[in-house]
């Protein structure tokens, strides 16, 4: 007995060869989870230093998003920062304002989606990463200590009666010996404070 198939019933079987391909890719459910390779931040920075924080990630289908969550120790309510993709590597980073980094620490977690809504987070809310924060090195700067006040001591005259009673021996012999008439080659002596 020969089956026949109608027009209609034609229609229903292209359609359905049409969409079985769908179908099938639909029936194949994406659970994996994006992988995420962190190393975290130095445990120690300088405050008021912006800090970039980086993050590879990768993911079987492909990554939807990245995201940085990040406070103040001691504040409430994390602030997020979407992470960038560098080019077309699997690179993402974000940077923090040099306000965002305060003495005496920050916490932050990473959190990875893909397109199915998988999620994976390098720390989390209620155990972040912890860096801590110490003041910047240029943060307090300080002023030059002013030179010691002079001492206004006879030490100082000294010298100077020194030098000008160098000055004049010096004088004194060059006149001594120019010509004047005299072969007289007696000494000069020259009394006064020894310099301290």
């Given at each position: 007995?020969?089956?026949?198939?109608?027009?209609?019933?034609?229609g229903?079987?292209?359609?359905?060869?049409?969409?079985?391909?769908?179908?099938?890719?639909?029936?194949?459910?994406?659970?994996?989870?994006p992988?995420?390779?962190?190393?975290?931040?130095?445990?120690?920075?300088?405050?008021?230093?912006?800090?970039?924080?980086?993050?590879?990630?990768?993911?079987?289908?492909?990554?939807?998003?990245?995201?940085?969550?990040?406070?103040?120790?001691?504040e409430?309510?994390?602030?997020r920062?979407?992470?960038?993709?560098?080019?077309?590597?699997?690179?993402?980073?974000a940077?923090?304002?040099?306000?965002d980094?305060?003495?005496?620490?920050?916490?932050?977690?990473?959190?990875?989606?893909?397109?199915?809504?998988?999620?994976?987070?390098?720390?989390?809310?209620?155990?972040?990463?912890?860096?801590?924060?110490?003041?910047?090195?240029?943060?307090?700067?300080?002023?030059?200590?002013?030179?010691?006040?002079?001492?206004?001591?006879?030490?100082?005259?000294?010298?100077?009666?020194?030098?000008?009673?160098?000055?004049?021996?010096?004088?004194?012999?060059?006149?001594?010996?120019?010509?004047?008439?005299s072969?007289?080659?007696?000494?000069?002596?020259?009394?006064?404070?020894?310099?301290?």
């Open positions: 007995m020969a089956t026949h198939i109608h027009y209609s019933n034609r229903a079987l292209l359609g359905l060869l049409l969409i079985l391909p769908v179908a099938l890719q639909a029936a194949t459910v994406d659970a994996t989870a992988v995420v390779q962190h190393d975290p931040v130095a445990s120690e920075v300088g405050a008021g230093t912006p800090l970039t924080i980086s993050a590879t990630v990768t993911d079987n289908v492909g990554v939807a998003k990245v995201t940085l969550f990040y406070r103040a120790r001691g409430s309510d994390y602030q920062l979407a992470m960038k993709r560098i080019g077309n590597t699997d690179m993402f980073i940077t923090l304002d040099t306000d980094v305060r003495e005496p620490a920050f916490e932050y977690y990473i959190e990875a989606g893909d397109a199915a809504g998988n999620i994976l987070l390098v720390g989390y809310a209620l155990s972040p990463l912890i860096v801590s924060v110490t003041e910047s090195r240029f943060a307090a700067t300080e002023e030059p200590a002013p030179p010691p006040p002079e001492a206004k001591s006879g030490a100082k005259r000294a010298t100077w009666l020194w030098v000008l009673m160098g000055v004049g021996v010096a004088a004194l012999a060059v006149g001594a010996g120019g010509g004047g008439g072969s007289d080659s007696g000494g000069v002596s020259v009394n006064g404070p020894l310099p301290q």
